[in-house]
């Protein structure tokens, strides 16, 4: 009725100019308590009143054509949402969260990749065909890395690091002056572009360092600071002006240029020595983790060889550029490690 109408009228911000080109787009724009106030109603009865509007709102726009439906699953955006499962599962000790990761990077490694091995953009209804770009292989890379850190399980490092590595051959500027967004494995265009800005998703430049930067500290492998640097300073022309337009980059920059450390934890993937590596915010720590052990998994991550239990007891390796700490099995001790 009339009374409902107001009501909603003045909770959804309608009103008789409208809030954009005549016509009115409905937002809350004051909390229920204050409204139902204003119409002398009290909170359930206000409540009541809008969802009986609601039902006939809902009635009214099941009858229009229904937008069209994006629905494609895209590499690069989920390589950004497998880092974010990846870092939330370890940071919260959530199972649900990681295991999603598990299932995500599966989907993508089994669904987007071919079978010679080269990545995809995009995939729909069981098809995926166009060739990824950079920032695919840059995000899907640090997506992989970041679900290494939080398993210990190989086959994400493996997979995080032969991306990366394809991505230099495949994107990197033979004069060491970053990447191009497209790949040299696809017809030519008139110009190969270079994304350089961080808004609103990280760029392909900034990407292409952050996987360069895991797999440098995990290797040890020096030939990976030109391609590294040479991304970051793609970034550093449009920094001194714009810094907000390279924010991602920047990110990427002050963990290039700070105290690094790298941390090998052998005897287990999680208890209390893994859980000092989370408790914190520490985007210059990069975490290996050997569940095992038994030295198999040095063979795949170059910064675990000669780090062992220690009678069977977890312990972990604090390193600067691969020159350790004493190894401890303290979790105390690991945390004055990592603030000294």
Known sequence: GPADAALAADYFGVTPGGNFEGANVLYLREPLPEVAARHGLAEDEARAALDRVRSRLGRVRAGRVRPG?????VAAWNGLALRALAEAGAV??????????????????DEL?????????????????????????????????TLYQ?????????AAARLTNEMRRLFGDPAGAGFFSTATDVPALIDRPKEVLDNPTPSANSLAAEALLHLRHYTGDAGLDEPLD????????????????VGHALAVLATRTGEVREVAVVGATGGPLVDVLWNTYRPAVFPAV????????????????????????????????????????????????LAG
């Open 69 to 73: 439906l994006d629905d494609k699953v």
């Open 92 to 109: 919260l000790g959530s199972a649900r969260y990681v295991d999603a990761g598990r299932r995500l990077a599966g989907f993508l490694l």
């Open 113 to 145: 990749v071919r079978p010679d091995g080269r990545l995809l953009r995009s995939w729909r209804a069981g098809r995926a065909t166009i060739p990824g770009f950079c920032e695919d292989y840059g995000a899907l890379a640090v997506g992989l890395f």
């Open 150 to 158: 939080a398993t210990g399980e190989l086959r994400w490092f493996e």
């Open 230 to 245: 040479g991304a970051l300073a793609l970034a550093g022309l449009i920094a001194r002006s714009h810094p907000q337009a």
């Open 290 to 337: 050997d569940p095992g052990g038994d030295g198999r998994a040095a063979a795949v991550v170059p910064l675990l060889e000669g780090r062992v239990p220690h009678h069977g007891e977890p312990r972990a390796y604090v390193c600067r550029g691969f020159v350790c700490d004493a190894p401890t099995s303290d979790p105390a001790v690991l945390a004055a490690q």
